[in-house]
C-alpha cells in the first residue's frame, strides 16, 4: 500500500517527505494506521548524527493509533483496536530477560540498531523500490506502519489517542525512573535537570510520590510556569543562576570559609536532558547517599568530568536508566490506567500539534530550545 513519511536519508540534513511502499504485515505482524505521533528528543540525536542508526530510515518511536489489519497469528489485537506500540521489544530468552530485565534486552539489539522487524527484514520501499529501515520497531513518521504484535500495546477506546502517543515513550521513561529506579518515598528530596517530555513526567512522577522539595532546573526561563503547574516547589533557570548552591543551601548545607557549600542536597538528582555539564551540577547537589540518576542521552561523543573525591565520602552513586527500566506490557498499562484516574497532567504536556510537512521546523525549534512539553504530530 502507499504511505506517506518523513524518511531521515543523511544526518544532519532535513527529513524527506516521501510517498513509500508498505508491505502487508506478515505472521505475528501488526498494521497501524496512526493518529499521533510524538517528536522526542531522541528523534533529533538521531536527525543530528548524535546516536549512531542504520540509514534511510523512517524514524519516530512514540505513537497511538488503530489497528487496520494484521498478519497470520496474531491474536493480542484484531482491526480496529486503539493501540499504542513500544521500542523495547524484550525477547525473553538473552541473560537481561531472564533476569527481568527486559527494558534492557539484547536480544532483539541487532535488528533494532538496524531498522529491522523481528525478521530482519523490511516492509517499507521507496519510490525506486530502495529498502527503507522501520524506526525503532515503530516508525510513526509515517501514517501508516507495520510493527511487530509483540511491540503493540491495547489502549483503551476512552483514552485519547495523543496521550496513548505518549505513553511508548516519555511517560514511562520519566514514570518508570522514579518509581521503579529511585523508588522515590515521600518527603525525599529531588532535582530534576531538563523539562523535555521525559523530565516533566519525571517531576509529574515526583510530586504524585509526595517528594518535597522538588526542584526542577532548566535553561529556559519561559519552563517555570510549566515547572510549577507539574508540581515542582523550587524553579531554577540554569542559564542565570548555578543550581548546586541554591540547591545545597535550601536543603540544610553549610557555607565554607571559601564560600562553597557543603552537606545539605537532594536524594536523587534526575538528569533528564544528556547533558555532561548537568550531570556534574547534578552530582553536587545530592546528599549523602545520594543517587544521580541519567535518564537522559547524552551524544556518544561527550564525557564528563566527575569530582570523585565524594564517591566514597558520601557514597555517591550514579546511575544510568533506560525506559524507566520499566515490563513494557506490565507497566505501560499500569500508566494508562493511572492517567485514566489521576491527573498526570497530559492535557497540559501536549503543548502543540502539527503536521508531518513541519516536522524540519519542528526539529529546529527543538534544536533551539523552542519548544514547551510533547509536541505530537497529528496524522488527520
Ligand atoms: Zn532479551
Ligand atoms: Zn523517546
Given at each position: ?173 520519566g514514570w518508570?525512573?522514579v518509581v521503579?529506579?529511585?523508588?522515590v518515598?515521600p518527603g525525599e528530596?529531588v532535582?530534576i ?6 523530565g516533566l513526567n519525571v517531576l509529574r512522577a515526583c510530586a504524585m510520590q509526595h517528594a518535597n522539595p522538588i526542584f526542577a ?9 510549566l515547572a510549577k503547574e507539574f508540581g515542582a516547589t523550587h ?107 489521576e491527573d498526570l497532567k497530559?492535557?497540559k ?32
Amino acid at each position: 500500500m502507499k504511505i506517506k513519511g518523513a524518511v531521515l536519508r543523511e544526518v544532519n540534513k532535513p527529513y524527506t517527505i516521501e510517498e513509500l511502499e508498505l508491505d502487508a504485515p506478515k505472521a505475528g505482524e501488526v498494521l497501524i494506521k496512526y493518529a499521533y505521533s510524538g517528536y522526542c528528543h531522541s528523534d533529533l540525536h538521531l536527525m543530528l548524527g548524535e546516536i549512531p542508526i542504520a540509514l534511510p530510515l523512517v524514524a519516530g518511536h512514540e505513537g497511538a493509533g488503530i489497528v487496520e489489519d494484521v498478519g497470520p497469528g496474531v491474536t493480542s489485537v484484531k482491526k480496529g483496536d486503539h493501540v499504542g506500540v513500544t521500542w523495547m521489544i524484550p525477547c525473553g530468552v538473552c541473560p537481561q530477560c531472564r533476569k527481568g530485565l527486559g527494558n534492557v534486552c539484547s536480544g532483539n539489539f541487532g535488528n533494532f540498531l538496524q531498522g529491522m522487524l523481528l525478521d530482519g527484514t523490511s516492509r517499507i520501499r521507496d519510490k525506486n523500490g530502495e529498502m527503507v529501515r522501520h524506526g525503532n520497531f515503530v516508525s510513526c513518521f509515517s501514517n501508516y506502519s507495520v510493527v511487530p504484535e509483540l511491540g503493540v500495546i491495547p489502549m483503551p477506546k476512552e483514552f485519547p489517542l495523543e496521550y496513548a502517543a505518549l505513553m511508548g515513550c516519555c511517560v514511562p521513561t520519566g514514570w518508570g525512573t522514579v518509581v521503579n529506579t529511585a523508588k522515590v518515598q515521600p518527603g525525599e528530596g529531588v532535582a530534576i535537570w531538563g523539562l523535555g517530555g521525559v523530565g516533566l513526567n519525571v517531576l509529574r512522577a515526583c510530586a504524585m510520590q509526595h517528594a518535597n522539595p522538588i526542584f526542577a532546573i532548566d535553561l529556559e526561563e519561559s519552563k517555570e510556569g510549566l515547572a510549577k503547574e507539574f508540581g515542582a516547589t523550587h524553579f531554577i533557570c540554569n542559564s542565570k543562576d548555578d543550581p548546586v548552591p541554591i540547591i545545597l543551601k535550601e536543603t540544610g548545607g553549610v557555607q565554607m570559609p571559601d564560600g562553597n557549600w557543603m552537606g545539605g542536597g537532594v536524594q536523587y538528582a534526575f538528569e533528564a536532558i544528556g547533558d555532561p555539564g548537568a550531570i556534574v551540577q547534578a552530582w553536587w547537589s545530592t546528599c549523602i547517599a545520594g543517587k544521580v540518576i541519567v535518564p537522559g542521552i547524552t551524544p556518544y561523543d561527550q564525557t564528563t568530568n566527575l569530582p570523585l573525591m565524594l564517591l566514597p565520602l558520601h557514597q555517591k552513586s550514579i546511575l544510568g536508566n533506560l525506559y524507566g527500566g520499566i515490563s513494557t506490557h506490565v507497566d505501560i498499562p499500569k500508566f494508562v490506567n493511572m492517567a485514566m484516574k489521576e491527573d498526570l497532567k497530559l492535557d497540559k504536556l501536549v503543548t502543540n500539534k502539527f503536521k508531518l510537512e513541519q516536522i524540519n521546523d519542528v526539529a529546529d525549534k527543538m534544536n533551539k530550545r523552542q519548544i514547551q512539553g510533547r509536541w505530537v504530530m497529528a496524522w488527520d
